[in-house]
């Protein structure tokens, strides 16, 4: 199994475009095309729905192997650098996880750059949630940090900080004026939600404060990118919600305003068998969040 192939599907998995993932990768789209078919070859089964040259999605088996492509890449990737640091001579390097769409907003940010009395070296890599917690889970990374969302939460798991929500409306929508939103106000509205499967942007927590309050929108739209979901919010197809981390991103075609949802809760925890190097990583974390929680305002 050459690695190659599997760097090449995962990006054509993640565009579902030829000519985009040419464009990602460097090379020729027909380069792109004998590599997956190769691949495909290997396997003995599809990864594509393909539909007049085009790529139309993923098939089942497509999807499952999406995930372990992307642990198999990313541990292999991750081992080599910590490899190289430690042949030149860098000693003990941490294999640092941070799940994917969480690593723009500034909780997580400010949250990483908090000084500590220990300080190793790190390698980071941005994953998928469910990617993210196997590889903590069969010892791939030493540390990871992710959303503490039901079913998620483990008791190794040390909370660092937690943010509220923003409704964000097209600008010319009726409610921009509001200071601030609940689901009683959204009654009604079509709102631009991720798909159940991208759990990092946390609009599980949105959906369960409107059941909480009876509340029924007239139509959701599932997506699967945050680009997407501001994309169809700026066409004024809809609302959507990001974390208050995120209030300073430009929304020419929007209005941000707080919306009364559970906050989402961040999280620092350590892989399976801990190195004692990861084990006081994460306590060093835990002891400077008590400690800034006890003499500052609470993160963010």
């Keep these: 199994m050459?690695?190659?192939?599997?760097e090449v599907f995962i990006v054509v998995a993640e565009e579902l475009n030829l000519?985009?993932?040419?464009?990602?990768?460097?090379?020729?789209?027909?380069?792109?095309t004998l590599q997956l078919q190769a691949l495909e070859n290997e396997l003995?089964?599809?990864l594509l729905y393909r539909h007049q040259h085009r790529i139309a999605g993923l098939t089942p088996a497509g999807e499952r192997y999406l995930q372990a492509a992307r642990q198999t890449v990313m541990q292999l990737q991750l081992a080599?650098?910590?490899?190289?640091?430690?042949?030149?001579?860098?000693?003990t390097v941490l294999k640092v996880g941070i799940c994917e769409g969480m690593a723009t907003g500034n909780l997580l940010r400010r949250v990483i750059n908090i000084r500590l009395d220990i300080s190793p070296r790190r390698r980071y890599a941005e994953l998928p949630l469910r990617e993210l917690i196997a590889l903590i889970g069969d010892g791939g990374l030493d540390v990871g940090f992710l959303p503490l969302l039901p079913g998620i939460e483990s008791p190794e798991m040390i909370e660092l900080g937690a943010e509220g929500w923003l409704a964000v409306?097209?600008?010319?929508?009726r409610l921009c004026a509001c200071d601030s939103l609940?689901?009683?106000?959204?009654r009604g509205e079509t709102l631009i939600l991720a798909s159940p499967e991208q759990v990092p942007a946390g609009h599980q927590l949105v959906e369960d404060a409107f059941a909480a309050s009876g509340v029924q929108p007239h139509r959701v739209i599932r997506v699967a990118r945050r680009s997407t979901m501001l994309?169809?919010?700026?066409?004024?197809?809809?609302?959507?919600?990001?974390p208050e981390s995120l209030s300073t991103l430009r929304l020419p075609e929007g209005r941000m305003i707080p919306f009364a949802a559970p906050a989402l809760r961040l999280g620092v925890t350590t892989g399976r068998n801990p190195s004692q190097a990861a084990t006081q990583y994460v306590r060093a974390f835990a002891e400077r969040i008590t400690a800034l929680k006890t003499s500052s305002p609470p993160l963010p």
């Design 2 to 6: 050459e690695l190659r192939r599997l």
């Design 19 to 32: 000519r985009q993932s040419a464009r990602r990768l460097g090379v020729s789209q027909p380069a792109i």
């Design 44 to 46: 003995g089964f599809p």
């Design 80 to 91: 080599g650098s910590a490899a190289a640091d430690i042949g030149r001579g860098h000693g």
């Design 169 to 173: 409306l097209p600008g010319s929508h």
């Design 182 to 186: 609940a689901p009683a106000d959204l």
């Design 231 to 242: 994309t169809l919010m700026g066409a004024g197809q809809g609302i959507t919600f990001l």
